[in-house]
């Protein structure tokens, strides 16, 4: 009887040898798989700064190349007033003409309007 309680053990440290090398190798290739995964995460970030990095560059070079240059419209086009003051073509009576050259000379003053009678316009819609 002593073999055979002599084999059962052989039998049993051998069976858990073998669970056990299969565990570490379960072990082992659990950490292989989130390796791969961690570095193919890595990869993908590098890539997307690089992508990031590229676009910046480039919006910098963009943002150099804009010439800023100020124009002043009003003074623009207050010159284009003074040098002609009026289309050669344009026809107006004689009366409109004084009204406007007493408006440019300043001594056309009119007079504030008084409140509007009745109800305010558009006010029963």
Request: one cysteine or more; charged letters at 20%.
């Amino acid at each position: 009887m002593n073999i055979e309680l002599l084999r059962a053990l052989v039998l049993i440290g051998l069976a858990a040898l073998c669970s056990a090398f299969g565990w570490q190798m379960h072990a082992w290739k659990v950490g292989y798989d989130e390796a791969a995964e961690l570095k193919a995460q890595q990869d993908q970030e590098k890539l997307a700064r690089q992508l990031v990095a590229q676009v910046a560059e480039q919006t910098v070079e963009a943002i150099a190349g804009i010439k800023v240059t100020n124009t002043t419209i009003y003074q623009r086009t207050r010159q284009e007033i003074i040098r002609e003051p009026m289309d050669p073509d344009c026809r107006i009576p004689a009366s409109w003409m004084h009204q406007v050259n007493a408006a440019r000379a300043g001594e056309l003053r009119p007079e504030p309007a008084g409140a509007l009678p009745g109800p305010a316009a558009g006010a029963s819609r």
